[in-house]
């Protein structure tokens, strides 16, 4: 659970990739990547995704500045059995973004440092990474891995975590107040007892994603409804920093597992979420019959933006902060930070280490993020009399289509080191980030929406981020190998036995696999897991 959270606000920004691309004539710009001989680099990417072109408008256009063409593989099936793939066979690609699994990667020395590179061939990237040099470095000392969406200027507050439902559900309840996790059951199933199909098909009330590793959507809801933040597997006091393992907590797991137990047995739960995929999750989202779900932003945005496309505008998804009882504290908006561990690396494999870094190093040049971000100046986006960046209507429509974004920019130049933020002239390198473009692209549905709860945009409905949790966030901190093994036990344990409680037939059932999954979880090392974490995030604390 812990390694995988490490997606979700690395992925969480992902927002942004669907305004991505070109260049930027106006804009500032960093020194030209040199010219060479032309060379092709492999990049794979634990991301899965719709094959990248072999050829895309913007791809190009860096190939013609920098002499780089890079051939794009994004994962199929699941990851852990490709690495394992790679790391018996020792046949890697030239570059790799592992996600959260970087650090096996590392521990199979697959990865080479960067920081001499760094210091030698790549001055935008030292500049990027400086201020967080030794955050960076692993506990050899080493940096094996380029995390992107590095803060600066004005970083913006992304919404990731949340439970969604549908704009129309919440429209036709008269837009109500809804705090706590009962009253969001309670909205889902007064609107599944009044509308039960949906174009032909069955209502799904409450959607639950469990497929490989992306079960946290599960597992990890119940610490936002106790009000913590998307940190670990312990909730961390912002004061003393003393943490609480809630895993086995009754009146956190268990209220929330017994909560959606009730709810299957009322038939509000979808009984196919604990053997669906990723792709027929996404499909169901698409097709407008799922009222609502707890998941991260980035990991449903296709799903939204088809929904959008197909003019679906009140099957899209609005995100509330819920807890568990009313008046208690929320923490779902993150501070700006990093996904610290994992990101941008290079292989004992590369054919030019040097040349890549290079490469690296132009793509994180302003010149190379608008391109990009923004695009071409006139084609893609404008200039205001006032400096300020935006889009004609016609060019958001163009970036809408999941398609033209994909032949335009394959929908992975994510994947590269780069700012989150503002520019020296006030405008986002992200244009899903920038004010005009973001309330720009509130539908006549949103704006309805948010008028009628008094805000302008979604995360006004949120609290501010927590600024004292300096640490933050704790599932970014790189573990010793006995808490690696614990980490991977208890994932173990959360693919087997949430998923029986969930669809247990009596509550008797319920109570057998709780205890049953308690015990589990005892047998395990749980004090030295939480030892070791607070020692860590108390000396971040201290440091950062």
Not at 86 to 113: H, Q, R, S, T, V
Request: charged letters at 25%.
């Amino acid at each position: 659970m812990m390694v995988v959270k490490r997606i979700c606000a690395a992925l969480a920004a992902l927002v942004a990739v669907f305004m991505l691309l070109s260049s930027c004539d106006g804009a500032s710009r960093s020194p030209e990547a040199s010219k060479k001989e032309p060379i092709t680099f492999t990049y794979f990417l634990n991301a899965p995704g719709d094959i990248v072109p072999e050829h895309t408008e913007i791809g190009d256009k860096i190939t013609e500045k920098t002499g780089v063409t890079i051939q794009y593989e994004r994962v199929v099936g699941e990851i852990e059995q490709k690495l394992g793939v790679m790391i018996a066979g020792g046949n890697y690609p030239d570059l790799i973004y592992g996600g959260d699994k970087m650090f096996l990667l590392a521990d199979a020395k697959a990865l080479i440092p960067l920081e001499n590179l760094i210091e030698q061939h790549a001055p935008t990237l030292k500049k990027m990474y400086g201020p967080y040099w030794e955050r960076i470095k692993a506990s050899d000392g080493h940096i094996y891995a380029l995390p992107y969406g590095v803060p600066t200027g004005q970083s913006p507050g992304w919404i990731n975590a949340a439970f969604w439902v549908q704009k129309k559900v919440l429209k036709e309840a008269g837009y109500p107040q809804i705090k706590t996790f009962d009253q969001y059951a309670e909205l889902l199933e007064g609107y599944y007892r009044r509308h039960p199909k949906h174009d032909g098909q069955d209502t799904i009330p409450f959607e639950i994603l469990t497929y490989d590793l992306r079960n946290f959507t599960l597992t990890t809801a119940m610490q936002f409804l106790a009000g913590g933040p998307n940190d670990s597997r312990a909730l961390v006091d912002p004061d003393t920093h003393e943490l609480k393992f809630y895993q086995t907590d009754e009146m956190i797991t268990k209220r929330y597992y017994a909560k959606l137990n009730e709810m299957f047995g009322k038939g509000l739960i979808d009984k196919e979420a604990f053997v669906m995929n990723y792709s027929q999750y996404l499909d169901k989202l698409s097709s407008g019959r799922v009222l609502g779900m707890f998941d991260q932003s980035w990991q449903f945005l296709e799903a939204q933006m088809v929904l959008k496309q197909q003019g679906k505008l009140d099957d899209m998804y609005a995100p509330l902060q819920l807890t568990f009882d009313e008046g208690m504290n929320a923490e779902y908006l993150e501070p700006a930070t990093m996904n610290y561990g994992f990101g941008f690396g290079i292989t004992i494999n590369c054919k030019d280490p040097v040349r890549a870094i290079e490469f690296a190093d132009y793509m994180a040049s302003d010149e190379a993020q608008l391109l990009r971000n923004w695009g071409i100046r006139d084609k893609d986006y404008k200039v205001s009399d006032q400096g300020r960046f935006y889009r004609t209507e016609e060019q958001r429509a163009f970036f809408k289509d999941k398609e033209n974004r994909r032949r335009w920019n394959g929908d992975i130049m994510y994947y590269w080191p780069g700012y989150t933020g503002t520019l020296e002239g006030g405008n986002n390198y992200d244009p899903q980030s920038q004010p005009e473009e973001k309330e720009a692209g509130y539908s006549q549905t949103d704006k309805e929406l948010l008028k009628a709860y008094g805000v302008r945009t979604y995360e006004d409905l949120f609290n501010s981020p927590n600024l004292k949790r300096k640490y933050f966030p704790a599932w970014s901190i790189e573990l010793s190998d006995k808490a690696k093994v614990f980490d991977q036990k208890m994932n173990d344990i959360n693919k087997k036995y949430p998923p029986q409680m969930v669809v247990a037939a009596s509550k008797e059932e319920f109570n057998r696999y709780w205890n049953e999954y308690v015990s589990a979880v005892h047998n395990l090392d749980v004090a030295s897991w939480l030892d070791e974490l607070t020692v860590k995030i108390r000396e971040r604390q201290m440091k950062w």
